[in-house]
Nanobody, 125 residues
Framework: EVQLVESGGGLVQTGGSLRLSCAAS????????VGWFRQAPGKGREAILC????????YYVDSVKGRFTVSYDSALNTVYLQMNSLKPEDTAVYYC??????????????????WGQGTQVTVST
């Protein structure tokens, strides 16, 4: 009963681009806060960006700011993560998530109730 379906991961060269998709099946993204996370081998899950459902703002961590862009297609009820200028340190499993709770800034991790299955992004040197 997966509720978020991710796609778009793969192998890319340094400096290349990937576009990840996250489609929701049982809720409307516009009513939820959205977060993207990644987990590199041997490391914990790292939040990299979010879309607040309180102020509508998008927040990016410094490590991806200027390279990653999140967008939302209401017709397809899909959130996209455009990743440009990829670096080897971007290699990780990427997860999208949605929170039903209102928050200013990014929601805390425990408030994300819906998660994608994860998609592997590998950036070669």
């Amino acid at each position: 009963e997966v509720q978020l379906v991710e796609s778009g991961g793969g192998l890319v060269q340094t400096g290349g681009s990937l576009r990840l998709s996250c489609a929701a099946s049982v809720f409307t993204f516009g009513d939820y806060a959205v977060g993207w996370f990644r987990q590199a081998p041997g490391k914990g899950r790292e939040a990299i960006l979010c879309i607040s459902n309180s102020d509508g703002s998008t927040y990016y961590v410094d490590s991806v700011k200027g390279r990653f862009t999140v967008s939302y297609d209401s017709a397809l009820n899909t959130v996209y993560l455009q990743m440009n200028s990829l670096k080897p340190e971007d290699t990780a499993v990427y997860y999208c998530a949605a929170s039903p709770f209102s928050a200013y800034g990014c929601s805390p991790l425990y408030e994300y109730e819906y998660w994608g299955q994860g998609t592997q992004v590998t950036v070669s040197t």
